[in-house]
């Protein structure tokens, strides 16, 4: 019912940005909660911040707190992650997933999920 596609990452320097984009499917996206998690290998999937279907809540795991930023432009069907200030532990491949609960934070299942792009901070 719902594509999300990723796109913005690569290798940046550790104290660099980046601003990854989740690019989506459907005239009614706009009511999707949408998060952003990612993946480091050997651990487990985490999420790092989420927003509201009108951008009102938004949620971020501690580590990220002060640097990373999450956005939607639901008239372009596309929700942002801006992250500053990258550090090597942000190395993982991230995801972004849509549901139409409104729930912002940990809890929850989220339905629909993107293919994940690869971000790789050096030190």
């Known amino acids: 019912q719902v594509q999300l596609v990723e796109s913005g990452g690569g290798l940046v320097q550790a104290g660099g940005s980046l601003r990854l984009s989740c690019a989506a499917s459907g005239r009614t996206f706009s009511a999707y909660a949408v998060g952003w998690f990612r993946q480091a290998p050997g651990k487990e999937r985490e999420i790092v911040a989420a927003i509201s279907w009108n951008g009102g809540s938004t949620y971020y795991v501690d580590s990220v707190k002060g640097r990373f930023t999450i956005s939607r432009d639901n008239a372009k069907r596309t929700v942002y992650l801006q992250m500053n200030s990258l550090k090597p532990e942000d190395t993982a491949v991230y995801y972004c997933?849509?549901?139409?609960?409104?729930?912002?934070?940990?809890?929850?299942?989220?339905?629909?999920w993107g293919q994940g792009t690869q971000i790789t901070v050096s030190s």
């Open positions: 997933a849509a549901r139409r609960l409104q729930l912002i934070g940990p809890g929850g299942t989220y339905d629909y």
